[in-house]
């Protein structure tokens, strides 16, 4: 069996662990409790059917296992995990403390989060409790030894998982419990009031602290909260609930310390509640959700975008997709179902980006409660529907892709920088738009990019450049000084950066940069920005180039040796620089100073790669394709090819289909809807 080696820093003694598959994961949430025990033989008869050989179980079950304080009800589980075992379906094992027990809340109100306006967040939901409860650490963590303890040597047991999304529902707590934590961390961080009161100017309005007791959490106001403030909020929110998957990571560590452990990300929150690129440091397998949006047109570049941002956190190893739905979800204001087809190419498109599984919410579609309209591997219509026969046709590919686990996908010659910081830091207090969103730019680049087959490593800044051709700086609002440090560097060692609007604005303190925007970058771009001129919704501007830019504009001024490629051609600015490169030695850098729409983010990004010598990864004859490839060490090549165009596309490309062995030379046909994984002649 392959194995997998963890990246989780407190790993001493065991750094590998038996992957948790034969061949690619494949499964889903399995809510058995949901169901009378005589479903559970059909159940594990049509997951062996689909091909599922891993299931996240038990993920909101805390109330049906310790049924009262202290009291616990193994039975059901005890059956389900022997049943499952028997079936050969091996089991993530969450630790069930998302949705805290009835008798839990009505015990203690006092765990749950408390919102902005000092609302208590009621029972009846999940993911109720403030990270920052003593109280509820307490029963969990007493929960989690008990799980440990009667499971840990069961023969299904494949990974922890961690409660779920950790932040989703109970992020950002106002609570006076949490108010007593948030004065620890500032006092940790700062040391002295002193510090703190210069970190985050507040001088303004006569803000002055003189201990830290008289620090309040940002509740509801009826103005603006210091901008500071508002970034360590969102950091000390991040640790809270980071420290409690540590806590229970660390009783799972002392009950199985050969078990792997993990928890459920969100990535495409932006900016959720939690610093991902930091907690994937500490988890052993990266594990990310992914819901597509119905209504976006773009949705598959989303996914593409998020599927590349889970491998930057993962360091580029193999992660798992550990929940996406079938079809419809129930959150969205119109839950569209999948067209045909969709659901396949959504799945090896995560796998596709390193992804070494693919998992579902959930096996089977509930009757009650309220995710009832949310689709499944089984809907309420049972096995002969169209969902559950596409799950089983994508159950065998997935088998037949095998030979792809353990394998990475071929590291990128772009890399692009993506950090919490700098989201939290944008969306923290009145900006000069509330048009532009943080990932907005990032994930149209990443688009652009892809439509033009060429693949990029999302990175967090400090993460290495070495090896890289070229780098993608897109509205990082928040720059420090090492990564203004090494932006420098990898241009002043040959390499190409792209630096856009808003990025290096602001400190790792959220205080501007003064002296020109974009602070950090001017000198490497050769560029001084004295004011902003944001441009209203719907409002463009024309360049003379030929492109169209939106919702940003600004004054652009550039020194000698800063050449302009194309300039506004309209407007209050016309004529002002608005793409600008300079050389650096063997580098350059790149500015781009308004908001380009597609076409023309493609047209300037097909013209970076030709400058920078940048390449695809295939070659191909139009847009709506994805090409990625994997490799193993060995040199062996997967060259995965998903057509999200409604017409046919062509490929380069040399092999064997990994599907049904069809032989490829020289260019692969791929139908419009289709995926084809090719495993590649030697290159
Ligand atoms: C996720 C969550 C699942 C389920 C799903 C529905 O955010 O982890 O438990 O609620 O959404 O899309």
């Known amino acids: 069996m392959t194995s997998f080696t963890s990246h989780s820093a407190d790993l ?5 662990f038996p992957w948790l598959a034969d061949g690619l994961a494949y499964g889903g949430d399995y809510s058995p409790e949901q169901w009378p025990e005589a479903v559970w033989a059909e159940d594990v008869a049509l997951m062996q059917r689909a091909g599922v050989n891993l299931v996240n179980l038990g993920v909101f079950s805390w109330g049906l296992v310790e049924v009262a304080d202290g009291e616990f009800d193994w039975g059901w589980l005890d059956r389900i995990m022997d049943l499952l075992h028997d079936g050969g379906i091996g089991v993530n094992l969450a630790t ?38 003593a109280t509820f650490r307490r029963y969990a963590l007493r929960m989690v030894r008990a799980l440990a303890e009667r499971y840990g040597d069961h023969p299904a047991l494949r990974m922890w998982h961690v409660s779920n999304e950790l932040g989703n529902e109970n992020g950002r707590c106002y609570g006076e419990e949490t108010a007593v934590a948030w004065r620890e961390w500032l006092t940790a961080k700062y040391g002295e009031v002193a510090a703190m009161n210069d970190a985050w100017g507040s001088a303004f309005w006569g803000h002055r602290y003189t201990s830290f007791a008289q620090v309040e959490l940002p509740r509801h106001n009826r103005t603006q909260h210091n901008p500071g403030l508002l970034l360590d909020f969102e950091r000390f929110t991040s640790d809270a609930l980071l420290g409690h998957y540590l ?48 209504a976006d047109p773009h949705r ?28 419809a979800v129930n959150w969205q204001p119109v839950n569209r179902a999948k067209a045909p087809g969709e659901m396949a190419r959504n799945t090896l498109a995560h796998i596709a980006r390193g992804a070494d599984g693919a998992m579902f919410f959930q096996w089977r579609q509930s009757t009650a409660g309220s995710e009832q309209f949310h689709s499944a591997m089984v809907p309420h219509a049972g096995a002969d529907s169209q969902v559950y026969r596409d799950v089983v046709a994508l159950g065998a590919t997935l088998r037949a892709l095998a030979p792809v686990v353990g394998s990475r996908v071929e590291r990128a010659q772009v890399a692009m920088l993506l950090d919490h910081d700098a989201a ?10 509330s048009l532009v969103t943080a990932v907005d730019l990032p994930r149209a680049v990443h688009r652009a990019l892809t439509e033009l087959g060429i693949a990029v490593d999302v990175l967090r800044p400090g993460d290495a450049l070495d090896g890289y051709r070229a780098l993608v700086v897109p509205t990082l609002f928040l720059a420090t000084d090492a990564t203004a ?12 950066v792209l630096v856009t609007y808003l990025s290096g604005i602001v400190d790792e303190t959220n205080r501007v940069r003064a002296g020109g925007y974009p602070g950090a970058f001017c000198d490497l771009l050769g560029v001084r920005v004295d004011e902003f001129f944001p441009l209203f919704a719907g409002d463009t501007v024309a360049l003379d180039d030929g492109s169209t830019g939106s919702l940003w504009s600004e004054r652009v001024e550039v020194s000698d040796g800063t050449e302009v490629l194309a300039r506004l051609a309209e407007g209050d600015l016309a004529g002002t620089p608005a793409v600008t490169r300079r050389a650096t030695g063997a580098g350059s850098a790149t500015y781009l100073a308004t908001r380009l729409d597609h076409p ?13 010598g940048v390449t695809a990864v295939a070659t191909v004859d139009g847009p709506g394709m994805e090409v990625v490839r994997r490799v193993h060490d060995d040199g062996r090549s997967f060259l995965f090819a998903i057509n999200h165009a409604a017409s046919d596309r062509t490929v380069a490309a040399n092999g064997r289909d990994l599907t049904d062995g069809t032989a490829t030379e020289g260019r692969l046909v791929v139908p419009a809807g289709a995926v084809r994984v090719i495993e590649e002649d030697p290159r």
């Open 300 to 327: 598959e570049a989303d996914l593409a975008f998020c599927a590349d941002r889970s491998r930057g956190m993962a360091g580029g190893r193999p992660w798992l997709l550990i929940e996406h739905s079938t079809a």
């Open 424 to 433: 939290a830091a944008w969306a923290s207090g009145p900006k000069p738009s």
């Open 600 to 612: 023309g983010l493609v047209a300037l990004v097909r013209a970076f790669a030709a400058y920078t």
């Open 485 to 496: 440090d090494a932006v420098r560097d990898f241009a002043a060692s040959g390499g190409h």
């Open 12 to 16: 001493a003694e065991h750094t590998a």
């Open 96 to 133: 069930p403390t998302a949705a805290p027990p009835t008798w839990l809340l009505q015990a203690h109100p006092e765990i749950a989060t408390v919102d902005a306006e000092g609302r208590r967040t009621a029972q009846g939901g999940r993911l109720a409790w403030s990270p920052s409860s």
């Open 247 to 294: 806590a229970e990571r660390a009783v799972l560590r002392e009950v199985t310390p050969a078990i792997p452990v993990t928890t459920n990300f969100m990535v495409q929150a932006n900016p959720g509640v939690a610093d991902y690129a930091r907690w994937a440091e500490e988890v052993d397998l990266v594990a990310n959700d992914h819901y597509t949006i119905g």
